[in-house]
């Protein structure tokens, strides 16, 4: 009776390895399938180029092409980047919303899944607007909340062609 309880034992033993090692085998091909067209994906986008500064690099889309220009055109063409405006001015939160985006981007116009022309996201509207009062703290105080977390018009409301002037 103890051979055959042992036998069962090592009977489910054996059973609960082969999965697991199936179980990591499937896992290691996912890793590798994702891991590959994420490197594929970012070759072929160019994904470098969007770690620079260079404004230029975020035209590498079509979409992106009029506002490229539209900045070259504006009153901030020479005073800012497209990152100065588009990302948090803290070193974690640039690169967490430069992955963010980049992971989102990257997905919309593999799927061409995205509108044309692009429309920023209320997350991101939030980042530009920290970014105008970081640069513009001096002349904005009045016009900040009285209190944290209050409401406030957003700059972009009143200022609709400061960043990317919409002039031909």
Request: glycine letters at 8%.
């Amino acid at each position: 009776m103890t051979d055959q309880r042992t036998q069962e034992r090592n009977d489910v033993s054996e059973r609960r390895s082969s999965t697991i090692r199936l179980l990591a085998v499937g896992i290691a091909i996912a890793f590798g399938v994702f891991g590959g067209l994420g490197a594929f994906t970012f070759g072929y986008g160019e994904g470098t180029a969007y770690l620079t500064n260079n404004p230029a690099s975020c035209a590498n889309c079509h979409v992106m092409q009029s506002h490229f220009d539209s900045w070259s055109k504006s009153s901030h063409e020479s005073v800012a980047t497209c990152n100065d405006c588009h990302l948090p001015h803290d070193f974690a939160g640039k690169w967490i919303t430069k992955a963010d985006n980049g992971f989102f981007h990257s997905l919309a116009f593999t799927t061409n899944d995205f509108h044309e022309p692009i429309q920023i996201k209320d997350r991101n509207r939030l980042v530009t607007q920290e970014a105008c009062l970081h640069c513009h703290s001096d002349y904005v105080n009045e016009m900040l909340p009285s209190r944290p977390g209050g409401d406030m018009l957003m700059c972009v409301h009143c200022h609709t062609d400061v960043g990317h002037s919409q002039k031909d």
